[in-house]
């Protein structure tokens, strides 16, 4: 297996790559590295390869979907291809690796688009973790002329929060960061809430960084708006199974370094948002109720579901 499989796997797993976009792009990157310094000799050989490495990929963070479909849409390329020449399959997986990023690209800046248009001068917004996708929605809007600021969490126990906050005030918006528990003070300041998303589950659920199920809730009862800020892509088939999507649970050491022992220290990395929380999912296809996400995956990307 290619080194940089090895690396990216590490890698995430330390969140030294962190969101569901970046974990995609890392991974297929590590599949594309692989494919250029493939030893295999025959056709059956080089699938081999890239069925182990899709092993350890998926294995590195069970909370993204957005990975494994990626990974899965090139890998059922080569799989489909009658083409024997494993450099010709290697060529593949390096179009098929630029072509999905060059998708991803695109559907970001739609979506930064369609949403930016629900920020209205004055506007206060908070968020909740890091979305390079919501940065982007919030850069778009500060492009089109709108004066509003931005208050955002600092997520513990990983800080993700700061990563937005930096972020944000580059592009000269004004943040005010507040500690996670302070997200109901704050509420009745707030024109609306914008989160980013893990995972999509068929019945219009939303898996996300710890805490934003609370925030949406306190939303819910302040009756500000909550929008989920993602691609279609981010969909988990298998949760039309009736499987549900895996909240991957990390080291108690990220919680507290030194703790007592004997102390049982719990340490979710996700938590699932219901739909009758979520006011409009903003994606590729426009702003769409939570419930219509499996009939609107279905048109767009009906290769998900094979």
């Excluded at 080194?3 to 990216?8: F, L, N, S």
């Excluded at 899965?72 to 799989?79: A, D, G, H, L, Y």
């Excluded at 629900?118 to 909740?128: A, E, M, P, Y």
Aim: charged share 30%; aromatic share 6%; hydrophobic share 40%.
């Amino acid at each position: 297996m290619a080194e940089k499989v090895r690396e990216t796997v590490d890698r995430i797993r330390r969140l030294e790559v962190q969101g569901a976009r970046n974990v995609a792009i890392a991974a297929i990157k590590a599949l594309e590295a692989l494919a250029q310094e493939t030893r295999a000799k025959t056709r059956e050989n080089f699938v081999k390869e890239l069925d182990e490495a899709k092993t350890v990929l998926f294995a590195s963070r069970e909370t993204e979907p957005l990975m494994r479909n990626a990974i899965k849409w090139i890998i059922t390329r080569v799989e489909d291809c009658d083409e024997r020449s494993v450099s010709a399959l290697a060529s593949l997986v390096s179009s098929s690796s630029k072509s999905f990023q060059k998708k991803l690209e695109a559907s970001k800046e739609l979506i930064a688009e369609i949403g930016a248009k629900r920020i209205r001068d004055g506007s206060v917004i908070l968020t909740h973790c890091h979305s390079s996708t919501v940065t982007r929605l919030l850069s778009k809007a500060k492009e089109d002329g709108r004066n509003f600021e931005v208050i955002c969490t600092e997520t513990r126990p990983a800080l993700q929060g700061r990563i937005t906050a930096k972020e944000l005030v580059a592009l000269g918006i004004k943040t005010t960061m507040i500690v996670d528990s302070a997200a109901r003070a704050f509420m009745n300041d707030v024109d609306l809430v914008i989160v980013g998303a893990d995972a999509l589950t068929s019945e219009g659920n939303v898996v996300n960084k710890i805490g934003t199920s609370a925030i949406a809730v306190l939303a819910y009862e302040a009756r500000k708006p909550f929008y989920v800020v993602s691609e279609l892509l981010k969909f988990d088939a298998a949760t039309l199974c009736g499987d549900y999507e895996k909240i991957e649970e990390r080291s108690p050491t990220e919680v507290w370094m030194e703790a007592p022992e004997k102390l049982i220290i719990r340490n979710p990395a996700f938590d699932v948002t219901r739909r009758e929380y979520v006011h409009g999912v903003i994606c590729e296809e426009g702003i769409i109720p939570p419930h219509s996400v499996n009939e609107v995956v279905q048109r767009k990307y009906p290769w998900i579901f094979l």
